[in-house]
């Protein structure tokens, strides 16, 4: 009886045996269900005492085969400022298929304060305002872009109000100008671009704008939608062409 107490005793005594540890988000970015890796990303996402491992694993995770993944990953990247995250997340911008996803993104981009003021930024948003083939992308980008309230968007939403051919995105980006057009930058002084260094450097997001025909026009820094409106003022002219940064137009 006593041995059977004594034994007692020591097995309480024993400290408990610890639950395993659950994987790290590190780990479950790896696993092969999607909602599981997807909670991975958002986890990095949230951590306080992410670094550099964290940047490198939510980076990778923008090739994972899941579009719920990429774009958690992806978000969770637009809260980071350091260099490459932007050139990462222009890679994905410029080839992911999905609209949704680019939409998502691009209005993550413009309200993350992590870029809430870089010119690349706007540079990029302003691209796909421009260029993004779907109507809805660019809807969302132009009424982005006018919250945002940077009026270094402002030529290029004068652009889209203008000659976009969908009548929301339109009417978004008129919006969008009316907005932008009264924010003290833009009150203190036009919109300009800076002067090209010898013609051969223009400081992002400006390009060289060269347009050869029967009429000149002096080659200048100007962004992309700008040298665009130049040369659809000479459509009706087979003799004049335009170039922006070397790329036709």
Sequence with gaps: MRMGLALCALLAAL?????????????????????????????LA??????????????????DPSDRVRLTAAKALATYAEPGVLDA???????????????DLAVALSTEPAHRKDPET?????????????????????????????????VAEKHAAAYDPDKLVRRAASAAVQVLAVTPKALAKKI????????????PPYGICRCDGVVARAPACLLKVECQS????????????????????
Aim: hydrophobic share 40%.
């Design 122 to 154: 706007t540079a990029l948003l302003t691209w796909v305002l421009s260029d993004d083939p779907d109507a809805l992308v660019r809807r969302a980008v132009a009424e982005s872009l006018g919250a945002r309230g940077d009026a270094d968007a402002l």
């Design 46 to 63: 949230r951590d306080p005492q992410r670094g550099p491992r964290a940047r490198a694993a939510l980076t990778d995770a923008l090739d």
């Design 192 to 203: 300009e671009a800076p002067a090209a260094d010898a013609l051969e450097h223009c400081h």
């Design 15 to 43: 400290p408990a045996r610890a639950e395993p540890a659950a994987p790290s988000a590190y780990v479950r970015l790896r696993d092969s269900d999607d909602d599981v890796r997807a909670a991975a990303a958002a986890e």
């Design 89 to 103: 997340l222009e890679r994905l911008m410029k080839s992911e298929p999905s609209y949704e996803f680019r939409r």
């Design 230 to 249: 130049r040369y659809r003022e000479f459509l009706g002219n087979a003799a004049f062409a335009c170039t922006w940064d070397g790329y036709p137009l």
